[in-house]
C-alpha cells in the first residue's frame, strides 16, 4: 500500500492546477494604506509598481528628503496611483482603488472615481496602498489617471 501512495500523491499534485482546485482567478486581495504618503505632492498622473527596496527609497526619495516607510518586499509590494495636481480637499490621499484580485497571470487594480470635495484646496491626490507581493504583470482598470 505504501508503494502505490507515493504515485497516487503525484498524480493529485500534477492534476491538482487542471482541476481547477489551485484556480486563483480572481481571487480578492486586501490591501491597506501607506498613509505616510499623505505629504507626497506627486504632480503628474500615473501609476507605480514597487517590488524591491531600492526602487521604494528612490521613488520615495524623489518626492521627500524623509526617509520611506519599512516595507518587507519579500512578502508585500507597493501599488500607486496618482492624480496630479488637483482638488481633493484637506489632504492629498484618497481612497479610489476599489478592489484589487489576483489572476495566473497578473494583478488587476480596479479603480473608482476620486472623492469629489469642493474645498477648492489644491492637492495632488494619491492612493499608495501595500499589497501581498506577486511577480505577475499589475493591470490597472477603471478611472485611472
Avoid at 521613488?59 to 500607486?80: C, H, L, N, R
Avoid at 482603488?97 to 489572476?103: G, L, P
Avoid at 494583478?107 to 484646496?121: F, K, M, Q, R, T
Amino acid at each position: 500500500m505504501k508503494k502505490l501512495l507515493l504515485p497516487i500523491t503525484a498524480l493529485c499534485l500534477i492534476s491538482v492546477p487542471s482541476c481547477g482546485l489551485l484556480n486563483i482567478d480572481g481571487t480578492p486581495l486586501t490591501f491597506e494604506a501607506v498613509v505616510e504618503a499623505n505629504g507626497l505632492r506627486i504632480e503628474e498622473p500615473g501609476t507605480s509598481v514597487i517590488r524591491n527596496q531600492s526602487s521604494w527609497q528612490a521613488f520615495w526619495g524623489t518626492y521627500t528628503s524623509q526617509a520611506p516607510p519599512e516595507v518587507d518586499f519579500s512578502q508585500k509590494m507597493v501599488i500607486g496611483v496618482f492624480w496630479g495636481a488637483g482638488y481633493s480637499g484637506s489632504q492629498n490621499r484618497v481612497e479610489a482603488i476599489t478592489t484589487i484580485e489576483a489572476y495566473r497571470n497578473r494583478v488587476e487594480v480596479n479603480v473608482g472615481p476620486i472623492p469629489v470635495d469642493y474645498s477648492l484646496a489644491i492637492k495632488y491626490p494619491i492612493e499608495l496602498i501595500l499589497v501581498d507581493h506577486y511577480d505577475s504583470r499589475v493591470v490597472f482598470n477603471g478611472k485611472v489617471p
